[in-house]
């Protein structure tokens, strides 16, 4: 009993979490063109030196391509975008004002199933030792 009700909470979290990634990924993006515009507008609009003020282009051109190549993207491809666009510094912006919200797409599903299986692969693993322990405690219980 107690190892369902530990499959069903590991693989709802699991659920959870991969299900409002789709979100996540599109708010990032939007994060990214903000980025984009209000470096443009501040490299426009100021007297930064020129070392600085390349490097403000740089950056916001890297969020520009970024964006776009976000877009671009769709799915699993979008996941790995995603990955290869991350920014730290975004990403927290990001999760600081991210609103959850569950896509319902095939894409949505997809990731839905995933962090289904993923979860209960995690649960497992994390309870594993102590499903043998039990089983060592009941074997030597059984043998006095």
């Known amino acids: 009993m107690l190892k369902s ?3 069903g909470i590991g693989a709802s979290v699991g659920a959870a979490s991969f299900a409002v990634l789709p979100s996540f990924i599109q708010q990032y993006t939007a994060s990214l063109s903000t980025c984009e515009s209000e470096l443009a507008r501040v490299a426009a609009n100021s007297g930064l030196a ?4 390349a490097s403000v282009q740089q950056r916001a051109d890297w969020c520009g391509k970024a964006a776009q ?3 671009a993207s769709a799915g699993v491809g979008r996941v790995a975008a995603f990955f290869n666009n991350f920014d730290a510094d975004i990403a927290r912006s990001t999760l600081h004002v991210f609103q959850p919200a569950v896509q319902m797409s095939v894409d949505g599903l997809y ?3 995933a962090g289904l299986i993923v979860g209960l692969i ?7 030792p102590f499903r043998v322990a039990a089983r060592r405690r009941r074997e030597r219980a059984h043998y006095r």
């Open 69 to 71: 190549g976000l877009d």
């Open 122 to 128: 995690v649960i497992n693993i994390i309870v594993f």
């Open 5 to 7: 009700l530990l499959d």
């Open 50 to 53: 020129p070392g600085a003020l």
């Open 111 to 113: 990731f839905f199933l």
